[in-house]
Structure formats: structure tokens, C-alpha cells
């Protein structure tokens, strides 16, 4: 018979829920300011949408300060175990509230935006509502606070992908993604309640302690490990979970699109390092015997797959946004490069990946926008003759694609020197891994270097003498970003220091 519980376990709750409470800030903050918005959204008049921007960016930065208060907080679990706040959690804190200003910013400098839309005020709100969802995904240790954080970020995605109502690409772009997105949720989810079935149990920690007690059977884990594959593998854009990646990329609005491809695939590699490392078994006699595979095997099929499907189809795009679509899949899979070596070195290596990406993938998008302002177009072939009208923009997005293709003197470069590293102390088997990675990015110079080649070396069709201005503003954060993408490729010890001390929690969980 079902029991109220007594006036102490009650009071026992409530006192849990208050201490839990002081962990969680940074996102009690964050939620304060999307509520902002939307008031201020209701109530301003007149020329709402810079008061919008400018809060959005003041209030995302001061969510800094909360965020680096956490480092003096004791690393641990909270809210009963849903919830975990440690060095892994705060590196994304930091990098997805970044994103989110750079996707602001990124917004302002995008022309499209004063055509397609009049009021600005549930975007940015909604840009806010996914940052909180993305610093959950990061710190959930629950499989419930797991799901609820993922759509938290695939309704705000699903949304703001087809924020130009109007236009059919968006539209359309919208309507794949939300079909995609709900098939491999209900996937993930079945996956989800297996494992519970299983265990009994869904924190984390308490699921690898029942699994490495009572045992499991191989095939139902392969079975579960491929359906929550198949969520965790739609947020990351790997193969085979990769189809709404080239039509949303191309039919969202290009902030949207750099958004996506950082950030939103950043949480997705949150997810997958803490589940992965944490839950499941790492192997072992029942599961490697009978089937002979195990989930580190199933991660370099997608990684394989991901970098050679990725780079060859790119070679035949025309759309600019199309092609850095198919790029962002090929990335997916030197990411998952890292995660597979499962050690402190590869986490490591994943981090220093994740934080290079950031800087060169927002710059060439936002140098696409500057140029699709100019242009109206995002075509390749309308590319030509742009390195002299628009200099520095060229400039920019050379170093970026460069960056890219992992070539120094570029911060693109230290992320592949230090996955590959990674692979190459783990044996013959992670070599020929390395040498798929290295070959597949020197695929990727083909079509990255198509950019360059148009802009410099191809005269435009329509030939003039006009020179293209974007504004100071957009030329400070174009130096700023090319800048920082050279600094860290030849500086890059704040970088590897800063990713060994994210790190740490996964060097003792593996060891």
C-alpha cells in the first residue's frame, strides 16, 4: 500500500532541494534573463531590437561571473543525483554562453534579419532558452534530465531554425529538422527505457554499478547502445543521423546555422563523453566474446563513415553553407576520434578540438554573412573576384578555411595534431584510424581551397571596380576572430592547460 512519506523525509527534500538550489545559479540567472526578454519584448516601443541585442549580450556575459564563481564550489551531484556540477560542466558552461554571444553578435551583422523580421524579441529569447538547455545537457547525469535537456534544445532549434516565416528554405529547413529530430528522440527514449529495464535504475553512476554487479545480456546492450546512438549521434550530425544536417545548415538563418554547428553539436559530444565513459560498460568478456563489437567499435564506424562520407560529398556542393554543412559532418567524425581513445588524453584532445572549431567555424559563417549582405548570394561561383572588393573579408576567411582543413600556423591544426597524437599512443589499429583522419583532411583541401581560389584567383562575371565596406564593427570582430585563430595555432598552451583541467573528472572515471 502506497505510503505518504513522514514529516522528516519531507523536510529531509525540501533541505536537499535548498542546497541543491546554490549550485545551480548560473542557470536560475539565465532563466531570470530569457523572462527579460520576452517583458521586454511586450512592453518597449520604438526601436526595440538593439535594447533586445544589447540586454541579450549584457546578460549572457554576466552569467560569466556566476559560472566562475562555481570553480570554489566542491565538485559533486545534486537535485538527488539528476544533476552534476565539475571541471568537465564548467568548460561548456563557459563555451556555450560564449557561443551564444558570438550568435548575437553574428545576428546584428546579418542584413536578412531587417527584411525577414520585424520584432526580434522571442529570438533572442529563444537563443538564451538554448543556452540554458545546452548547459544542462552538459551537466545532466540522469537519463530523465538527460531527454528533458535535449529537447529543451531541439524545440528552441526546431524553432529557430524556421525564424524566417516567410521564407520557404527556412520553412522547409524547419520541418526536416523537427521529422528527424522527433524519430531519433523516440529512438533514443526506447534505448532510455531498455536501460532502465535493465537496471532499474537511471543515474549515471548507479547504472555502470548494476550493469558491472548483475551483469548484462551483450545483445540487448548492443541493441540500447545503438537507439541512444542513434539521439546522441542526430545532435553531433554524424553519419549515419546526418540527413536534416545539409538542408537545415542551408535553409536556417546562417547565425542559426553557426549556432547549430558549434554549439548544439558541442552538447551533443557533452552528452555522449558522459554517458558513454560513465554508463556503459567499456567492454568486457560477455560483450566483446559473443558479438565480437562493443560501443567503442560502433563510435569508429560513425567516425570512419562521418569523415569520408563528409569530405567526398562536400566536394561537389556549390552553395557555400551546403559545403561548410557537409564539412561540420566530416568534423563529427575526427571529434569522435578523441572519445573513442578513452583516456585523459583523448578527453583532452576532444576539448582543444571543440574550442578551435568554435573560433574557426563562427568566423567563416559570419564572414559568409558579410559577404551574403553584400551579394545576396551564397553561391560559390558568385564568390569570384571578391578577394579585391572585399579584402579583409578575404583575408578572414582564408585563415578560417585554412583553419579548417588543418594546416598551420592555425589553431585548426593543433586540434588535429592532438587527436591524432591521441590515437597514435593507443596501437596499430588507432594508426590506421590516424592515417583515415589524415587522408580524409587532405580531401577537405580540395573544396575548402575552392573558396580562396574563386575569391582570388577568378574574375567575376559581372567585372567592377566597387569595393564592398561591412562596417568597422564587422571588420573589428573579423580581425579579432582570425586573429585569436592564428594566436592559439602558434600560443596554444592557455588552450591545452585550460582543456587538461576540464579534463580531470574523466582522467579518474577511466582510469
Same mark, same amino acid.
Not at 233 to 255: L, M, N, Q
Not at 401 to 411: D, E, F, K, R, Y
Given at each position: 500500500?502506497?505510503?505518504?512519506?513522514?514529516?522528516?523525509?519531507?523536510?529531509?527534500?525540501?533541505?536537499?532541494?535548498?542546497?541543491?538550489?546554490?549550485?545551480?545559479?548560473?542557470?536560475?540567472?539565465?532563466?531570470?534573463?530569457?523572462?527579460?526578454?520576452?517583458?521586454?519584448?511586450?512592453?518597449?516601443?520604438?526601436?526595440?531590437?538593439?535594447?533586445?541585442?544589447?540586454?541579450?549580450?549584457?546578460?549572457?556575459?554576466?552569467?560569466?561571473?556566476?559560472?566562475?564563481?562555481?570553480?570554489?564550489?566542491?565538485?559533486?551531484?545534486?537535485?538527488?543525483?539528476?544533476?552534476?556540477?565539475?571541471?568537465?560542466?564548467?568548460?561548456?558552461?563557459?563555451?556555450?554562453?560564449?557561443?551564444?554571444?558570438?550568435?548575437?553578435?553574428?545576428?546584428?551583422?546579418?542584413?536578412?534579419?531587417?527584411?525577414?523580421?520585424?520584432?526580434?524579441?522571442?529570438?533572442?529569447?529563444?537563443?538564451?532558452?538554448?543556452?540554458?538547455?545546452?548547459?544542462?545537457?552538459?551537466?545532466?547525469?540522469?537519463?530523465?534530465?538527460?531527454?528533458?535537456?535535449?529537447?529543451?534544445?531541439?524545440?528552441?532549434?526546431?524553432?529557430?531554425?524556421?525564424?524566417?516565416?516567410?521564407?520557404?528554405?527556412?520553412?522547409? /529547413?524547419? !520541418?526536416?529538422?523537427?521529422? &528527424?529530430? #522527433? @524519430?531519433?528522440? $523516440?529512438?533514443?527514449? *526506447?534505448?532510455?527505457? =531498455?536501460?532502465?529495464?535493465?537496471?532499474?535504475?537511471?543515474?549515471?553512476?548507479?547504472?555502470?554499478?548494476?550493469?558491472?554487479?548483475?551483469?548484462?545480456?551483450?545483445?540487448?546492450?548492443?541493441?540500447?547502445?545503438?537507439?541512444?546512438?542513434?539521439?546522441?549521434?542526430?545532435?553531433?550530425?554524424?553519419?549515419?543521423?546526418?540527413?536534416?544536417?545539409?538542408?537545415?545548415?542551408?535553409?536556417?538563418?546562417?547565425?542559426?546555422?553557426?549556432?547549430?554547428?558549434?554549439?548544439?553539436?558541442?552538447?551533443?559530444? /557533452?552528452? !555522449?563523453?558522459?554517458?558513454? &565513459?560513465? #554508463? @556503459?560498460?567499456? $567492454?568486457?568478456?560477455? *560483450?566483446?566474446?559473443? =558479438?565480437?563489437?562493443?560501443?567503442?567499435?560502433?563510435?569508429?564506424?560513425?567516425?570512419?563513415?562521418?569523415?569520408?562520407?563528409?569530405?567526398?560529398?562536400?566536394?561537389?556542393?556549390?552553395?557555400?553553407?551546403?559545403?561548410?554543412?557537409?564539412?561540420?559532418?566530416?568534423?563529427?567524425?575526427?571529434?569522435?576520434?578523441?572519445?573513442?581513445?578513452?583516456?585523459?588524453?583523448?578527453?583532452?584532445?576532444?576539448?582543444?578540438?571543440?574550442?578551435?572549431?568554435?573560433?574557426?567555424?563562427?568566423?567563416?559563417?559570419?564572414?559568409?554573412?558579410?559577404?551574403?549582405?553584400?551579394?545576396?548570394?551564397?553561391?560559390?561561383?558568385?564568390?569570384?573576384?571578391?578577394?579585391?572588393?572585399?579584402?579583409?573579408?578575404?583575408?578572414?576567411?582564408?585563415?578560417?578555411?585554412?583553419?579548417?582543413?588543418?594546416?598551420?600556423?592555425?589553431?585548426?591544426?593543433?586540434?588535429?595534431?592532438?587527436?591524432?597524437?591521441?590515437?597514435?599512443?593507443?596501437?596499430?589499429?588507432?594508426?590506421?584510424?590516424?592515417?583515415?583522419?589524415?587522408?580524409?583532411?587532405?580531401?577537405?583541401?580540395?573544396?575548402?581551397?575552392?573558396?580562396?581560389?574563386?575569391?582570388?584567383?577568378?574574375?567575376?562575371?559581372?567585372?567592377?571596380?566597387?569595393?564592398?565596406?561591412?562596417?568597422?564593427?564587422?571588420?573589428?570582430?573579423?580581425?579579432?576572430?582570425?586573429?585569436?585563430?592564428?594566436?592559439?595555432?602558434?600560443?596554444?598552451?592557455?588552450?591545452?592547460?585550460?582543456?587538461?583541467?576540464?579534463?580531470?573528472?574523466?582522467?579518474?572515471?577511466?582510469?
Amino acid at each position: 500500500m502506497f505510503e505518504l512519506p513522514s514529516g522528516a523525509e519531507i523536510q529531509g527534500i525540501i533541505a536537499s532541494l535548498k542546497a541543491s538550489v546554490g549550485f545551480f545559479i548560473p542557470e536560475i540567472y539565465l532563466s531570470v534573463l530569457f523572462m527579460l526578454l520576452i517583458l521586454i519584448d511586450l512592453v518597449a516601443k520604438g526601436r526595440k531590437n538593439n535594447l533586445l541585442s544589447i540586454t541579450t549580450l549584457l546578460g549572457l556575459a554576466g552569467s560569466i561571473f556566476f559560472i566562475y564563481q562555481q570553480h570554489s564550489m566542491p565538485p559533486g551531484e545534486f537535485f538527488f543525483g539528476m544533476y552534476v556540477l565539475d571541471e568537465f560542466a564548467l568548460f561548456f558552461k563557459y563555451f556555450f554562453v560564449l557561443s551564444g554571444i558570438l550568435a548575437v553578435i553574428v545576428t546584428m551583422a546579418d542584413e536578412q534579419f531587417d527584411r525577414e523580421v520585424k520584432s526580434m524579441g522571442e529570438y533572442y529569447a529563444l537563443i538564451v532558452a538554448m543556452v540554458i538547455g545546452m548547459i544542462m545537457m552538459a551537466s545532466s547525469a540522469d537519463l530523465l534530465m538527460i531527454f528533458l535537456s535535449m529537447e529543451l534544445v531541439s524545440f528552441t532549434a526546431y524553432i529557430l531554425t524556421g525564424y524566417f516565416k516567410r521564407n520557404s528554405r527556412s520553412s522547409e /529547413a524547419a !520541418l526536416k529538422y523537427l521529422v &528527424y529530430g #522527433a @524519430v531519433s528522440s $523516440g529512438l533514443m527514449v *526506447y534505448g532510455f527505457s =531498455l536501460i532502465f529495464g535493465l537496471t532499474a535504475q537511471t543515474n549515471l553512476i548507479k547504472i555502470s554499478t548494476e550493469l558491472a554487479t548483475h551483469g548484462y545480456d551483450p545483445l540487448l546492450m548492443i541493441l540500447l547502445t545503438l537507439l541512444i546512438l542513434a539521439g546522441f549521434g542526430y545532435k553531433i550530425g554524424a553519419v549515419p543521423f546526418h540527413f536534416w544536417s545539409p538542408d537545415v545548415y542551408e535553409g536556417a538563418p546562417t547565425p542559426i546555422t553557426a549556432y547549430l554547428s558549434v554549439a548544439s553539436k558541442a552538447a551533443g559530444f /557533452a552528452l !555522449l563523453m558522459r554517458f558513454f &565513459y560513465i #554508463a @556503459v560498460p567499456h $567492454g568486457g568478456q560477455p *560483450y566483446e566474446d559473443i =558479438l565480437g563489437i562493443d560501443w567503442r567499435s560502433l563510435l569508429i564506424i560513425l567516425s570512419v563513415a562521418s569523415m569520408i562520407y563528409g569530405n567526398v560529398v562536400a566536394l561537389w556542393q556549390k552553395n557555400v553553407k551546403r559545403l561548410l554543412a557537409y564539412s561540420s559532418i566530416a568534423h563529427a567524425g575526427y571529434l569522435i576520434l578523441g572519445i573513442i581513445v578513452m583516456d585523459k588524453f583523448g578527453t583532452q584532445a576532444t576539448l582543444i578540438y571543440l574550442l578551435s572549431y568554435f573560433l574557426m567555424n563562427f568566423g567563416a559563417f559570419f564572414v559568409v554573412i558579410l559577404i551574403a549582405n553584400k551579394t545576396g548570394s551564397e553561391n560559390l561561383d558568385d564568390y569570384r573576384g571578391l578577394g579585391k572588393k572585399m579584402p579583409l573579408a578575404g583575408a578572414a576567411l582564408t585563415v578560417f578555411l585554412v583553419s579548417l582543413v588543418g594546416l598551420p600556423p592555425t589553431v585548426g591544426f593543433i586540434g588535429k595534431l592532438m587527436i591524432f597524437s591521441a590515437l597514435l599512443t593507443k596501437g596499430s589499429l588507432y594508426i590506421w584510424l590516424a592515417l583515415i583522419g589524415i587522408m580524409t583532411s587532405v580531401i577537405s583541401l580540395y573544396y575548402y581551397m575552392l573558396i580562396p581560389l574563386n575569391m582570388y584567383l577568378r574574375e567575376s562575371k559581372q567585372p567592377d571596380d566597387t569595393t564592398f565596406n561591412p562596417g568597422m564593427p564587422a571588420q573589428i570582430l573579423m580581425v579579432v576572430l582570425m586573429v585569436l585563430t592564428l594566436y592559439f595555432g602558434l600560443f596554444f598552451t592557455p588552450l591545452s592547460d585550460f582543456a587538461e583541467y576540464s579534463s580531470a573528472m574523466f582522467g579518474i572515471v577511466l582510469q
